[in-house]
């Protein structure tokens, strides 16, 4: 009996931290750092713009003055968890379907815009040239203005 006791063998308790179960368990740990400090310093508005499918520009006359229109198109997106309020400048004028635009929190909008200026504004480049569009975001604890290119075109 005590022959047939020894040969058998009796399991060893695997460690259970092995090399490979620290490696894997400290790549879980970075990545997931990695995530929430990405989510943390993220804006809290994203904003793209973009020329409007339409035609590249539009001449009206107003006051006796030809003036030029762009039709642009902003998308607005919220990541914050907070209503916040929009409002749009620029050093051309501006028409806009509402002046203050409220953005609820975690949502999308896209609002079309023209672009207008007298045709005989000075430019720097032929055939196009660019303005910068502020706009503004204001929270209850914060305000933060994003600055975009607009690029203006006519028959110049």
Do not use: C, W
Request: hydrophobic share 40%.
């Amino acid at each position: 009996e005590f022959e047939i006791e020894s040969k058998i063998s009796i399991p060893h308790k695997e460690r259970m931290l092995r090399s490979r179960v620290i490696a894997y368990f400290s790549v879980i740990v970075l990545l997931s750092t990695l995530l929430v400090y990405l989510v943390g310093i993220r804006d809290p508005l994203m904003v793209s713009v973009l020329k409007a499918k339409d035609v590249p520009y539009s001449l009206i006359k107003e006051n006796n003055q030809d003036v030029v229109l762009n039709h642009f198109k902003l998308h607005l997106h919220n990541q914050s968890s907070d209503k916040m309020i929009i409002t749009l400048s620029s050093e051309i004028d501006l028409v806009l379907p509402q002046n203050n635009m409220v953005l609820n929190p975690n949502s999308n909008q896209e609002i079309h815009f023209f672009a207008k200026f007298p045709i005989n504004i000075k430019k720097e480049e032929k055939g196009s040239f660019k303005r910068n569009l502020n706009v503004n975001m204001k929270q209850e604890s914060k305000e933060l203005t994003i600055v975009k290119e607009l690029t203006l075109v006519g028959p110049f």
